[in-house]
């Protein structure tokens, strides 16, 4: 069974710091990561989506990285902003058909 | 383009008592996801729709937890009789398909559920 999980729980950096969220994954086979964002009472809006046979994905300050053989994903943000303050979803897909299983998230903090 | 719409959006009952909540897709989007969230966890598929069929229905409590999409379209997910651990968000997403390029899911704002 897919086990995901996200380190740290809870992030407060100041404006302008670049970070870095980290997710695992306990079964290497997968067919694709993907990372969401999550504001207070919203539903959740895709940032990036890696393909097993990706290393990486970039839009805009975010970057994010998989390591398939390690069971390893980051997420990467530069230059931080306080827009950027929400709860950063990793979750991976087993199959071209199988659903998404997701880690509980890391809330982020930015501050001003 | 319109997005996933849910509603209601809050819902507070009593437990034993019975809700149901709906879930308008993005035109177009052939399968349909109910997720439950609770509190610090991440969402937990419930079940998913291809057109009018279930796909995966494997972590739906089917004691107390139904879903249906009649018309391929529109879904309702109700539950009877709600227990105090229903209390949480669910979330309805939807998706053009199921195969590779058409997986990317998008999300509805969730309908947050209270048992008291």
């Known amino acids: 069974k897919q086990e995901v999980t996200q380190i740290p729980a809870a992030l407060s950096v100041p404006e302008g710091e670049n970070l870095v969220l980290n997710c695992s994954f306990t079964?290497?086979?997968?067919?694709?990561l993907q990372w969401f964002r999550q504001d207070p009472g919203k539903g959740l809006t895709s940032l990036l989506l890696?393909?097993?046979?990706?290393r990486e994905q970039t839009s805009g300050r975010l970057n994010a990285s998989l390591d398939k053989s390690s069971g390893r994903s980051t997420l990467y943000i530069a230059a931080s902003q306080p827009g950027d303050s929400a709860t950063y979803l990793c979750?991976?897909?087993?199959?071209?058909?199988?659903?998404?299983?997701f880690g509980k998230g890391t809330m982020l903090l930015v501050s001003p | 383009e319109a997005g996933v719409a849910q509603s209601p959006r809050y819902k507070i009952i009593e437990k034993r008592q019975s809700v149901a909540f709906w879930c308008n897709p993005i035109?177009?989007?052939?399968?349909l996801y109910w997720y439950q969230q609770i509190l610090g966890q991440g969402p937990k598929l419930l079940i998913q729709?291809?057109?009018?069929?279930?796909?995966?229905d494997s972590q739906l409590p089917k004691d107390r937890f139904s879903a249906e999409r009649l018309k391929g379209v529109d879904s309702t997910l109700k539950i009877q009789p709600a227990k105090l651990e229903d209390s949480a968000v669910y979330l309805c997403?939807?998706?053009?398909?199921?195969?590779?390029?058409?997986?990317?899911?998008?999300f509805g704002p969730g309908t947050r559920l209270l048992v008291l």
């Open positions: 997403a939807s998706s053009p398909g199921q195969r590779a390029g058409q997986e990317t899911q998008y």
């Open positions: 079964d290497s086979a997968i067919y694709n």
């Open positions: 890696i393909q097993s046979s990706q």
């Open positions: 979750a991976v897909r087993n199959s071209g058909y199988s659903t998404l299983t």
């Open positions: 035109s177009g989007h052939a399968t």
């Open positions: 729709f291809q057109n009018n069929g279930v796909v995966d």
